[in-house]
């Protein structure tokens, strides 16, 4: 299957160079500006959309709110899965290793939007007055929406889940590892219905596990079924197509349209909704949850939030990422209602986005830049194989290397060390506003 190229991948002497040029020419054209800038969330997109601005803007007033006490690098967490790491301190760190020294860090809890007046209101410190608004509130698991789960069960009883906690990640490879070594099982993988971050996330554990078992021997005597709420496995038909061989081979059986209800840890069943309305139980050895998500609470039940498309995410234009009723409030991350989009390395392409679309507001300019949905999604297949897969709104497949270097349909050994190797220093890069690639 032919896919074309958009773009090479930038020399490393180039990529310097264009860089140091980057950075030379935002300090020469900084904006003066004495706004009130808030940013509703601290995490990978609140971090760097800080840093950010303080490239576009002298003298700006910025201030972060969110809980949170550490940095969570949620893209380690199938790392965790696959052992490649094992412990907390892989995945998490302090919020000061990354924060600019002119931005004001609030460890509260928003309860409240009022664009109306241009506030936010917080648990502790009370009312935050604000020019411009970012909300980057990230995304909620609804553990709460499955009947029976009860989260702290997540790393015992053979159920796994990598996306509770960085703790539930190491405790889900022992789970995996347990269930490789038993003899024998049927293995549950769910994918809930609607947006998630990282919806490959998923089937990446899938492949794992699945993995781990072929490694332990005797795979003949282990069932895999994948039931997922859609009725598609990828939403970018080559990527899904492909992923479709390859299971075939590995023997794991997919089901649409099943959407996770309930379960029962004791028993080892679960129980999934399907289209036509019935109730479909299934006994397990092993599960792996994906919860459903949403945005937080206190944004899906603002003001702020979009009642149509993408009902409870920021309404945002998917282009500018400005709000479409509130002029002065933007959004990114996972919190906004848009198509697609909810990684790390689309929150990589929408900061020079928003930065550059604030910065055009406070000068009383159009918008300029324009986010065309770009999202990555490194597909681990074992531990040392992967598939790079880039698209974006059009739903077509891109890619940053050549297509000689990584063909985003095929087993790539570069692709793994990508993932395991590279990816986190690049983000470490973008926590601190620089996006050279």
């Known amino acids: 299957m032919a896919i074309s190229r958009r773009k090479l991948l930038i020399s490393g002497a180039t990529l310097g160079a264009a860089s140091a040029a980057g950075v030379l020419t935002w300090e020469l054209n900084k904006q003066d500006t004495h706004a009130k800038i808030v940013i509703a969330g601290g995490g990978a997109a609140g971090i760097a959309i800080a840093n950010k601005l303080n490239m576009y803007l002298d003298g700006a007033q910025i201030t972060v709110v969110d809980p949170r006490p550490y940095h969570w690098y949620q893209p380690g967490q199938t790392l965790l899965?696959?052992?490649?790491?094992?412990?907390?301190?892989d995945v998490?760190?302090?919020?000061?290793?990354?924060?600019?020294?002119?931005?004001?860090?609030?460890?509260?809890?928003?309860?409240?939007f009022d664009p109306d007046n241009n506030q936010l209101h917080t648990l502790q410190t009370g009312k935050l007055d604000y020019d411009y608004l970012i909300v980057a509130t990230g995304l909620e698991l609804r553990y709460d929406l499955i009947e029976g789960l009860d989260p702290d069960q997540i790393g015992h009883d053979s159920i796994a889940s990598i996306y509770h906690s960085p703790e539930s990640g190491i405790a889900s490879h022992r789970q995996a590892m347990a269930f490789a070594q038993?003899?024998?099982?049927?293995g549950i993988f769910t994918r809930p219905h609607g947006a998630m971050k990282c919806a490959g996330a998923p089937m990446k554990a899938t492949n794992l596990v699945e993995?781990?078992?072929?490694?332990?021997?005797?795979?003949e005597r282990f069932q895999f079924d994948y039931m997922t709420a859609e009725n598609f496995l990828f939403s970018v038909k080559a990527f899904d197509a492909r992923l479709k061989e390859i299971w075939q081979e590995r023997q794991i059986t997919h089901h649409y349209e099943h959407n996770f209800k309930a379960i029962d840890s004791q028993a080892k069943k679960a129980w999934f909704g399907t289209q036509d309305g019935g109730v479909v139980e299934a006994e397990w050895d092993?599960?792996?949850?994906?919860?459903?998500?949403?945005?937080?609470?206190?944004?899906?039940d603002s003001v702020l939030a979009d009642t149509t498309d993408f009902k409870g995410y920021l309404e945002v234009d998917k282009y500018t990422l400005q709000h479409k009723r509130f002029s002065n409030v933007f959004g990114l991350g996972d919190t906004v209602g848009t198509p697609i989009g909810k990684t790390a390395a689309s929150v990589k392409s929408q900061l020079s986005i928003v930065a550059t679309n604030l910065t055009a507001l406070i000068r009383e300019e159009e918008l300029p830049a324009r986010w065309d949905g770009y999202t990555s999604c490194p597909m681990i297949l074992d531990v040392g194989h992967a598939m790079l897969w880039e698209f974006d709104y059009s739903l077509q497949p891109v890619t940053a290397l050549p297509f000689q270097v990584v063909d985003p349909l095929a087993k790539s050994k570069l692709s793994w060390v990508m993932e395991k190797s590279l990816i986190r220093p690049v983000y470490d890069i973008m926590l601190e506003g620089y996006t050279p690639v």
């Open 81 to 89: 899965l696959a052992g490649v790491y094992d412990k907390r301190d």
């Open 92 to 112: 998490v760190s302090t919020n000061k290793e990354y924060l600019d020294a002119n931005v004001r860090w609030i460890n509260d809890t928003v309860t409240e």
């Open 182 to 186: 038993s003899g024998g099982g049927k």
């Open 211 to 219: 993995f781990f078992v072929r490694q332990a021997g005797q795979r």
């Open 286 to 300: 092993f599960i792996h949850i994906s919860p459903p998500m949403s945005a937080i609470a206190v944004v899906r």
